[in-house]
């Protein structure tokens, strides 16, 4: 879980976001976080990263129906 969420708040849109695996990799090498979960991590980074712009988005839409609905 500790992964997931560093991980999740690193992609935020943040100064540090576009060093969020770099982050991860030395937290992991610090053995302050679990090495085979970041590897893991980082084999199937593309996937994830879809998977999260494609729930942000669903998010977003479901935000703006209720939104509109709550407008009226």
Known sequence: MAVADI???LLEDRPYRKTALEIILK???DGAIDQ???KALKTNIGK???LQ???QQKAGEEYEKFHAAAKV
Request: hydrophobic share 55%; charged share 20%.
């Open 7 to 9: 991980f999740t708040a």
């Open 53 to 55: 712009i494609e729930a």
């Open 48 to 50: 994830i990263n879809t």
């Open 27 to 29: 937290h992991a090498e």
């Open 36 to 38: 085979d979960v970041v």
